[in-house]
Nanobody, 114 residues
Framework: VQVVESGGGLVQAGGSLRISCVAS????????MGWYRRAPGLQRELVAV???????NYIDSVKGRFVIAKDNAKNTMYLEMNNLKPEDTAVYYC?????????WGQGTQVTVSS
């Protein structure tokens, strides 16, 4: 499955964005998919995970602000990001969890200004 991320942009602190990940094939049966991000100078980190049964998990720094969801009929996964902070600035990617040898998309840039 190949993925294409979109929806990033520039937003002020406290604002919201919804980013999307469209897959080339069915995502319904994938055990776990997630959103990752890579901030400048840092390693890529897993931010949010959703299972095939729609069980979700988040890292502490985004709990209560981000919501991961997917629409199996559209082969699309979303990340709703609210109350954004400058430290959320990063390139956001979607992929399997764990990614293993799966290829990465180009990501979508999210920039939060203070």
């Amino acid at each position: 499955v190949q993925v294409v991320e979109s929806g990033g942009g520039l937003v002020q602190a406290g604002g919201s964005l919804r980013i999307s990940c469209v897959a080339s094939g069915s995502i319904a049966s994938i055990d776990h998919m997630g959103w990752y991000r890579r901030a400048p100078g840092l390693q890529r980190e897993l931010v949010a995970v959703i299972s095939d049964k729609n069980v979700t998990n988040y890292i502490d720094s985004v709990k209560g602000r981000f919501v991961i969801a997917k629409d199996n009929a559209k082969n699309t996964m979303y990340l709703e990001m609210n109350n954004l902070k400058p430290e959320d600035t990063a390139v956001y990617y979607c992929n399997y969890v764990p990614p293993g040898q799966k290829s990465w998309g180009q990501g979508t840039q999210v920039t939060v200004s203070s």
